[in-house]
């Protein structure tokens, strides 16, 4: 799986996560649950990840819904 966005903001996540899933793009969110065990001190950031043969299909759509300046590089 590849990173595509990695942040704090759990309605950004939301949003491309549900994109994803409109698209029939499979993706997970990593680290969700430590994420809430360390105490949302913002220390560790969740991770959208999405399949590597659809990443590319991926980064357009979030571009396309003006997540370009989320996207890892």
Known sequence: MIELIRTNDAVLLSFAESLMKEAGIHCFIADRAMSVLEGSLGMLQQRLMVD???????RRILKDAGLEGE???
């Open 71 to 73: 996207l890892r590089s």
């Open 52 to 58: 590597e043969e659809r990443a590319d299909e991926a």
